[in-house]
């Protein structure tokens, strides 16, 4: 792994903190929600014994995410909950109308626009994602097939935010971010919390509490929802490790530096994970749950992809780093090792 940072915040969290908002820890609330959606199913947890056979670990299990309510990733479960938790305050007696007339926008460069469509239009809302240049045009096909308007701003993921940021200013609609800064908390907070439910779903699942926990990060949400459930269930036992690309170290500088800063670097081939800077409640919370933040490089995720496609499960560099984290320390991890790790997407089909 290209940088290990030992967490020496761990427990009391950051000195210097921009907001005192933490991720949310209350499950039952997404999974209430959630029980009234029709699409929402839970995931399977694979039990991986013959990788934890060869890995020398007492125990392997991977949150199998990427049928997650047809959308093909856990990114399912953020949006289109926080949009079905918008359509709940209406106190609708038409779900499918409950929200005519709203218009959510965000800027996407991978699954958290489809959230977006798919939830806009479940709730009777109209979608407007923003896309980079250089994110692939079908991809925009597949957003307008779920009813979206798609619109192309930039030639990056931050320029196209800054494009959606725009016109919700100018149109008084709903920035809904997978991220949060300051003066935008709720959206992203909202999102989050919607991640709980497969830390939930893993929790009941799994048959003795794990020893390590590896969690991919872009912004951070997955992560510190998922490290905020597992402090709540299973208290201080379990390690738990923060997997960035090399790449994009918003966390792990973050942490490094005592604060949230931004960051620089190359495009990494895992697209969903490639954000410089983090989401300010995720780095609030993880800076508190997460005990190690590492990076890993392009090479190593390809490495995981290509030996979880052995073992008959197929996903993307992204979807699989938290996965490739704990190969790279199993020398590190003991025989009575008990390892959780999430598979966050499906293969790429654009």
Same mark, same amino acid.
């Given at each position: 792994?290209?940088?290990?940072?030992?967490?020496?915040?761990?427990?009391?969290?950051?000195?210097?903190?921009?907001?005192?908002?933490?991720?949310?820890?209350?499950a039952?609330?997404?999974?209430?929600?959630? !029980?009234?959606c *029709?699409?929402?199913?839970?995931? *399977?947890?694979?039990? #991986?014994?013959?990788?934890?056979?060869?890995?020398?670990?007492?125990?392997?299990?991977?949150?199998?995410?990427?049928?997650?309510?047809?959308?093909?990733?856990?990114?399912?479960?953020?949006?289109?909950?926080?949009?079905?938790?918008?359509?709940?305050?209406?106190? *609708?007696?038409?779900w499918?109308?409950?929200?005519?007339g709203?218009?959510?926008?965000?800027?996407?460069?991978?699954n958290?626009? #489809?959230?977006?469509?798919?939830? !806009?239009?479940i709730f009777?809302?109209?979608?407007?994602?923003?896309?980079?240049?250089?994110? *692939?045009?079908?991809?925009g096909?597949?957003?307008?097939?779920q009813?979206?308007?798609?619109?192309?701003?930039g030639?990056?993921?931050?320029?196209? #935010?800054?494009?959606?940021?725009?016109?919700?200013e !100018?149109?008084?609609?709903?920035?809904?971010? @997978?991220?949060?800064?300051?003066?935008?908390?709720?959206?992203?907070?909202?999102?989050?919390?919607?991640?709980?439910?497969?830390?939930?779903?893993?929790?009941?699942?799994?048959?003795?509490?794990?020893?390590?926990i590896?969690?991919?990060a872009?912004v951070?949400?997955?992560?510190?929802?998922?490290?905020?459930? !597992?402090?709540?269930?299973?208290?201080?036992?379990?390690q738990?490790?923060?997997?960035e690309?090399? =790449?994009?170290?918003?966390?792990?500088?973050?942490?490094?530096?005592?604060?949230?800063? @931004?960051?620089?670097?190359?495009?990494?081939?895992?697209?969903?994970?490639?954000?410089?800077?983090?989401s300010?409640?995720?780095l609030?919370?993880?800076? =508190?749950?997460?005990?190690?933040?590492?990076?890993?490089?392009?090479e190593?995720?390809?490495?995981?992809?290509?030996?979880?496609?052995?073992?008959?499960?197929?996903?993307?560099?992204?979807?699989?780093a938290?996965?490739?984290?704990?190969?790279?320390?199993?020398?590190?991890?003991?025989?009575?090792?008990?390892?959780?790790?999430?598979v966050?997407?499906?293969?790429?089909?654009?």
């Open positions: 792994m290209t940088d290990t940072l030992a967490n020496p915040f761990r427990s009391q969290g950051l000195p210097t903190r921009q907001s005192d908002t933490l991720p949310s820890r209350d039952a609330a997404v999974a209430e929600l959630l !029980a009234l *029709p699409a929402h199913a839970e995931t *399977p947890l694979r039990d #991986m014994a013959d990788l934890a056979a060869k890995l020398g670990v007492a125990s392997f299990h991977i949150k199998d995410e990427r049928s997650r309510m047809g959308l093909g990733s856990f990114k399912a479960l953020g949006a289109a909950y926080a949009i079905a938790h918008d359509a709940a305050c209406t106190d *609708p007696s038409d499918s109308k409950a929200l005519t709203r218009t959510y926008v965000t800027a996407s460069a991978g958290h626009g #489809m959230s977006v469509a798919a939830g !806009a239009r009777g809302a109209k979608a407007v994602i923003y896309l980079a240049h250089t994110v *692939p045009a079908a991809f096909a597949r957003l307008e097939a009813g979206a308007e798609v619109a192309w701003a030639d990056d993921y931050e320029a196209s #935010m800054a494009a959606a940021e725009a016109a919700a !100018a149109n008084g609609w709903t920035l809904l971010s @997978d991220s949060t800064w300051s003066g935008n908390e709720a959206s992203g907070y909202r999102v989050m919390e919607g991640y709980l439910q497969m830390a939930s779903e893993a929790a009941a699942q799994i048959p003795a509490s794990p020893t390590h590896f969690l991919q872009g951070g949400g997955l992560a510190a929802a998922v490290a905020a459930f !597992a402090r709540a269930t299973w208290g201080d036992a379990p738990i490790t923060v997997v690309p090399e =790449a994009a170290p918003a966390l792990i500088e973050s942490i490094r530096a005592g604060q949230l800063v @931004d960051t620089t670097g190359p495009v990494s081939d895992m697209g969903r994970l490639d954000c410089k800077t983090a300010m409640v995720a609030n919370g993880l800076a =508190a749950d997460a005990d190690t933040f590492v990076t890993i490089s392009e190593e995720a390809r490495v995981a992809v290509a030996t979880l496609k052995a073992h008959g499960i197929a996903s993307t560099p992204s979807g699989v938290g996965v490739a984290a704990a190969l790279l320390k199993r020398p590190h991890l003991g025989a009575d090792a008990r390892i959780l790790t999430i966050s997407e499906g293969p790429e089909d654009v």
